[in-house]
């Protein structure tokens, strides 16, 4: 059950596009469309962004979009806020019917 | 609205045990399989335990395996979390989060505000 691997920072000035990687196995990310997206503040439990890959849930912003491309699936936010500052942790379903989170991504707003 | 109230956590000595408890509301609770998720001062995320709506098949992480038990009673809309043989690295606070599936662990839609457990002698 290794984690799946994430940048460990991005950044961005308000407006602009960012994407954030999430890279795992064929025994997680790569074999499953089960790959999910969480945003986490300072002090607050993390929300859903994310879920299969590319659905957003309802009342997420139309700026985050998901997708997967082999073993690594990936997160953009567009036009950039400085509110989207916050951690960034991707999930995966594994092949031992486990979830495995990546290790998280700091955003930073410029 | 969904609620999910996790309690229980404390300070506990090194092989000490503790059991937390999440009361849900808001959402038919057994019909859904619940999380037990934890995340260590300033680190990441850690899934921990999944149980199925009905509390027939459990699934564990490694590190917690052998040492933790989930479990729920669906009479009391309460999932809970019998931590035994405590560790310092198990210091963190553990969230609570429900599933969008009754079956098998798949993302987790809403999520308690945490209790925090502190290993330390």
């Known amino acids: 059950q290794s984690a799946l691997t994430q940048p460990a920072s991005v950044s961005g000035s308000p407006g602009q596009s960012i994407t954030i990687s999430c890279t795992g196995t064929?025994?997680?990310?790569?074999?499953?469309?089960?790959v999910s997206w969480y945003q986490q503040h300072p002090g607050k439990a993390p929300k859903l962004m994310i879920y299969d890959v590319s659905n957003r849930p309802s009342g997420v912003s139309n700026r985050f979009s998901g997708s997967k491309s082999g073993n690594t699936a990936s997160l953009t936010i567009s036009g950039l806020q400085a509110e989207d500052e916050a951690d960034y942790y991707c999930?995966?379903?594994?092949?031992?019917?486990?979830?495995?989170f990546g290790g998280g991504t700091k955003l930073t707003v410029l | 609205q969904v609620q999910l109230v996790e309690s229980g956590g404390g300070v506990v000595q090194p092989g000490g045990s503790l059991r937390l408890s999440c009361a849900a509301s808001?959402?038919?609770?057994?019909?859904?399989?619940m999380h037990w998720v934890r995340q260590a001062p300033g680190k990441g995320l850690e899934w921990v335990a999944f149980?199925?709506?009905?509390?027939?098949?459990?699934y564990y992480a490694d590190s917690v395996k052998g040492r933790f038990t989930i479990s729920r009673d669906n009479s009391k809309n309460t999932l809970y979390l019998q931590m035994n043989s405590l560790r310092a690295e198990d210091t963190a606070v553990y969230y609570c989060?429900?599933?969008?599936?009754?079956?098998?662990?798949?993302?987790?839609?809403?999520w308690g505000q945490g209790t925090l457990v502190t290993v330390s002698s």
């Open positions: 064929s025994s997680d990310v790569g074999g499953y469309n089960y």
């Open positions: 989060a429900k599933d969008v599936r009754w079956d098998l662990p798949h993302y987790f839609d809403y």
């Open positions: 149980i199925r709506s009905d509390g027939s098949n459990k």
């Open positions: 808001g959402f038919t609770f057994s019909s859904y399989g």
């Open positions: 999930s995966s379903y594994t092949t031992s019917s486990t979830l495995v």
